[in-house]
């Protein structure tokens, strides 16, 4: 018999939005899930600012413009984060006087 819940709790169960980055087996960056994630995340505000400017009737070229490069933003935001930023450390020079 088919249950509703139960195939409902399968699927959030494997979604997994976080903004920590994970490994493929051999230890490689997971750039499939990272980008997923990053257009999940970023299609649910896209949705949602679209959504809003149509509700207070300001759905111009300039508001979708603006709206695109935020979520745009947010998407490479998104991967960076998941990514994680190095420094990189072997060009300290500090003057000690």
């Known amino acids: 018999m088919f249950s509703f ?5 399968k699927l959030v169960n494997r979604i997994h939005l976080s903004f920590k980055g994970s490994r493929t087996v051999d230890g490689k960056f997971d750039w499939k899930n990272a980008i997923l994630d990053a257009a999940i995340i970023s299609g649910i505000n896209l949705f949602t600012g679209l959504g809003t400017l149509a ?3 300001d759905l ?3 508001a979708l413009f603006v709206l695109v490069a935020t979520v745009g933003a947010e998407f490479l935001g998104v991967i960076t984060a998941k990514r994680g930023l190095n420094i990189s450390k072997t060009n300290n ?5």
Request: no cysteine.
């Open 5 to 9: 819940n139960d195939s409902f709790n």
């Open 55 to 57: 509700a207070i009737g």
């Open 60 to 62: 111009d070229i300039n």
């Open 93 to 97: 020079t500090s003057n000690k006087n």
